[in-house]
Every structure is written in structure tokens, then in C-alpha cells.
């Protein structure tokens, strides 16, 4: 091994894109920067890595210190390691996506302390500070590529939702029309999901069926 010196010292930190889904709309969770460089600007959480932790712990207390958000479903994704992707010293990001539904967003939603979180949908991120917009980009194709598994699926869809809505979440984030027939054929033949008897009433237009996921369902990727 060579010498370690100042020259060579690099940082390493933890980022997640923390995705949950609202009302049928896929919604990513950012934090406002307080600090130069990028003072005001929106970033996602996360934290340098200290010398005395593993990355996993780094990016667990991150989530929790930043969001107050608990049982987050955590996926380590993507290395990014551009020399020049921190302006000011030399900082290699492992980056993560975490996933979590609505509802427990409700009951553990509280106050931290002098940080500025905001739930932004993925159509609309404002702009953002240090190279976070090419890496929430990564973190979307990511999960393009998880959200087919049915265990993954039913993280976000934990309770009563209509088939539109899946359809319109699954659409978003895998960037394509599916045709409505075939894909509520898909879903009720596979024995993933049951009827709850109820409609979502109080919205515009005719009231869509409510259904769960199945308590007991069998791990299978969907398209």
C-alpha cells in the first residue's frame, strides 16, 4: 500500500433518494443546504463517513438524524467518484435509494431541529447543489429496475390503493404506457392483490375500486 498522505486523503459520504408515493405521485425527499458552497440550494441527505463506522451505520443515522423517518426500506445502488464532483476537496459518494409509504410518513412526521426537508415530485425537483440531479437520475433507473420485484412494490403500496393509481406510479418510473387492460389482468390473475369492497370516494369522476396487497404474497418480478 502507499503512503497516506494529505495529497491522497479523499472523503468519503453517504446520499439516499428517498422515494415515496402520494395521491399517485412518485416524490422524492430533499434537504435545504444551510452552508456554503450551494447555501439554499436543495441537496438529498446524507453525511461524510467517519473513521469509526461502516458505511451501512453512516447512512442509517443520516436517515434518522435528518428525516426522523424509521423502518425505511434502504438499497445501496451507485459509487460516484468524478474528481471534480465536490468543489472544494475530494469526495466519493455511495449513494443509496430508500423507500417508504405515505401513511408512515404521517405518523413519524415531526420538526428537525434547523433542517428544511420538503417532499418534491419527481416532475418538478428544483434546482439542485453539487452533482444531486445526475445522481437522483441514477437513482430512477435504479429503481426502474427494482420496482417490477412484487416485495418491492408492495413497500410502497403497504395499503388500500385503486388500480389507475398503481398503474399511473408504474408508468412514471418506468417511462412507458402500459395498456389498462392487461396490466389490471396481470395484477388479479397473479393472486397478488385483493378486492377490499371499498371505492375511493370524494374524488372527481367515477369511484375506483380499493385494493391491498396480499399479507402472504409470493416474491416474483412482474414485467
Given amino acids: 500500500m502507499n503512503n497516506l498522505t494529505n495529497e491522497n486523503r479523499v472523503y468519503v459520504e453517504t446520499l439516499i433518494s428517498i422515494f415515496t408515493i402520494d395521491k399517485g405521485e412518485l416524490k422524492i ?15 438529498l441527505p446524507g453525511n ?47 449513494t443509496f435509494i430508500g423507500l417508504i409509504d405515505s401513511k408512515s410518513i404521517e405518523i413519524m412526521s415531526e420538526d428537525r431541529p434547523n433542517i428544511e426537508n420538503a417532499w418534491f415530485n419527481i416532475d418538478a425537483v428544483p434546482k439542485l447543489g453539487y452533482d444531486h440531479e445526475f445522481i437522483i437520475e441514477e437513482s430512477i433507473d435504479y429503481l426502474r429496475k427494482k420496482i417490477v420485484n412484487s416485495n418491492i412494490l408492495k413497500i410502497l403500496f403497504p395499503s388500500d390503493f385503486t388500480l389507475p393509481e398503481l398503474q399511473k406510479v408504474y408508468e412514471r418510473i418506468l417511462g412507458k404506457e402500459l395498456d389498462r387492460r392487461n396490466f389490471r389482468k396481470k395484477f388479479i390473475n397473479l393472486n397478488l392483490i385483493e378486492d377490499t369492497l ?19 404474497i409470493k416474491e416474483i418480478d412482474l414485467f
Fill in 29 to 43: 425527499l430533499l434537504t435545504r443546504k444551510k452552508t456554503d458552497p450551494y447555501k439554499g440550494y436543495w441537496i
Fill in 198 to 216: 371499498e371505492k375511493n370516494t370524494g374524488f372527481n369522476g367515477r369511484p375506483a375500486k380499493l385494493y391491498r396487497f396480499k399479507d402472504e
Fill in 48 to 94: 461524510v463517513l467517519n473513521f469509526d463506522e461502516s458505511i451501512e451505520d453512516n447512512i442509517t443515522d443520516a436517515i434518522i438524524d435528518q428525516t426522523g423517518l424509521m423502518n425505511v426500506y434502504v438499497d445501496q445502488c451507485h459509487t460516484f467518484s468524478n474528481i471534480n464532483r465536490h468543489p472544494d476537496e475530494r469526495v466519493i459518494a455511495t
